[in-house]
């Protein structure tokens, strides 16, 4: 339904004759923080009611930018300025700062300075030296499996006794439980060695210490309000200035502090810190981006029976590895196996020095993987349909709790997930497990999921996690109750734009940009993840030609070409549905990731697309009348021109050829005359 709009300010009335609501969004915005109010009004003449006010959210949006400064950037750093202004608009500003991040230079912090990493490595050293026999206690997920490995790895190489323990998900739960130190005591364990578990652990390690099992405690999770009474090398409570370690980070560095930083053993350990840095979703910036990044490098030539049986499997090519593939191949193989109650096989699969024996291990993942897809897949669609029957109210909320007693716990983390990206909230998944109801969290990225639940504690039995992902449990008879708290929490702490996707843009580009020297030179601001996303570049009032459909359907392909230059081939991974609408609008907006594109022998720059947006209106209209002003020389500049350029630094010397869309100014102009006028 067309919607006449009056332009008042920063308002846009609207009439409505139906009563349902509707959401109005503009095609791009300014900046982050620009909002636009749509009144809903229903009826005719003087009796109109309000219906509703929404805000509307902008598909796409790109910061503010110093041009000057990134053309300074890009004569210091020997880059195109295009790369300069992706630095720039990151925070990369200056030369050395943002040679050090390109470098991905490790700031080699202290490890001492990591919570009582003194103390911890002399209880170590002690119980090694008197032959007392050390279990390394772990986690079942990539982060956990691959900590306990380090442990086991590092206390070998300093000559321990050693054995490893990983609870299993259905029987212990994550953590450390009282039955199993209770069992490890009892079968002459002296010291228990938790990594990425233990930090919310107090009475079970006070019970230890009555039967005399000491303990040491290595953890990156939020603490509670009380500490266990041992030695603790955690990211919090801690004087170390990065604290976003994941569990196996946190092994590394105490490694580091037991063998030294320089040691063969720690180093070749990277490859194990980098698939667990990547898995964990841990902001990849400062001194986790320098061990991805290393770790990467590691991994590739890794000498780990294990792992490279894992990446044949995968279809991962060891050259060729990168956050990517291990986030989407190698990790869910290995997290399947905790998912699906068998996380001993994985481990299993790291430690091993045998080749025929890593292979049956990555076999029996690859297996336990296509369970796990099967079964994610069936809950998902069932969660879908729940939240699609909700009330609508209830669909408004800023966050969901659903629950079923059919749910599969070792997969309803992952779902909360895909769920979480699909409605852009916060979603926790519940479900019955044994005689409990155990459920898992996961979070957007302005929501503290972590204190989401320690406001709603009163309804739950334990919780734990972080700010991205969490796990609790509860009785049956509180969810509701607990599922309103959340919701409401939620509704208070997030604002309603969050709720829709925003694609964020780095750069604004024209065809002539999309070279395979771009692509390259992008890509030295990987490993790309959490705190630090693939760079999204985007062509304004491009076609879309001859669009097709690859892959039975599920995704789009077409070449890009911008006022008749060609940049390139495109492909849209799981947007085949958008092929009808491709072939009717005129020009789009395409938001890219450029890549190189190996195929049949040759490499060609691809645009790997994340959205298609029409152009604004007025826009062909606006650029060329201030193209027709620029070529009329300064004289003929109006003063919105005069701003525009000066922007984009084209009044000065020497000035290269740059997008309208990256001044402001522009893009205001262009935002006024998109605005339709009342019928």
Known sequence: MRIPIARTSKTLAAKVSSRRPFLIRTGWTTAASDRVTVVLSVGGGASDRLRTV??????????????????????????????ASVLVRRGHAEPDAARRFLDAENPRHDPALL???????????????????????????????????????????????????????????????RDTLARLADDGVGLVLTVDCGITAVEEVAEARQRGLDVVVTDHHRPGEV???CPIVATRPSAYPFPELCGTGVVYKLGSALLGADHPAVERSLDLVALATIADVVPLVDENRALASAGLRVLASTSRPGLQALMRSAHVDPAAVDAGAVGFRLAPRINAAGRLGRPDIALELVLT????????????????????????????REAIEVVESMPEPRQRRRGYVLWSADWHEGVIGIVASRLAERFHRPVVLVTHSQDAWKGSGRSIASFDLHGALSACSEHLGRFGGHKAAAGLSISEERIPDFADAFAAYADAHIDPDDTFEVVH???????RDLTLDLAEELQRLAPFGLGNPDVTLLVPAAEAVTPSTVGEGKHLRFRVRQHGRDAGSAIAF?????????????????????????????????????????????????????VELWRGGEPAWTPEARRVFSELALDEDGAARRQLLESESFRALLSDAALPRAA
């Open 54 to 83: 929404i805000c509307v959210t902008s598909p796409w949006t790109i910061g503010p930018l110093d041009v000057r400064r990134a053309r300074k950037l890009a004569l210091a750093l020997g880059v195109s300025e295009i790369t």
């Open 115 to 177: 919570g009582d990493m003194e103390i911890a490595v002399g209880r170590i050293r002690k119980a090694i030296a008197d032959g007392v026999r050390i279990c390394v206690h772990g986690d079942y997920d990539v982060d956990g499996i691959c900590a306990t490995a380090l442990g086991v790895l590092f206390l070998r190489e300093l000559g321990a006794d050693v054995l490893w323990h990983l609870p299993s998900r259905f029987e212990e739960g994550y953590g450390v439980s």
């Open 227 to 229: 500490l266990p009474d």
């Open 353 to 380: 020095d045998d080749a025929d024996e890593a292979r049956r291990h990555a076999d029996a993942l690859e297996e336990l993987n296509r369970d796990r897809q099967a079964v994610e897949d069936r809950i998902l």
């Open 505 to 511: 843009v780095d750069a604004v580009v024209s065809a």
């Open 574 to 626: 799981g947007q085949g549905r958008e092929i009808d609408r491709l072939r009717a609008v005129g020009l789009v907006d395409v938001a890219f990731r450029l890549k190189e594109n190996h195929w049949n022998g040759t490499v060609a720059p691809q645009l790997v697309v994340r959205r298609i947006f029409d152009t604004a209106e007025g826009y062909e209209e606006l650029r060329a009348r201030f």
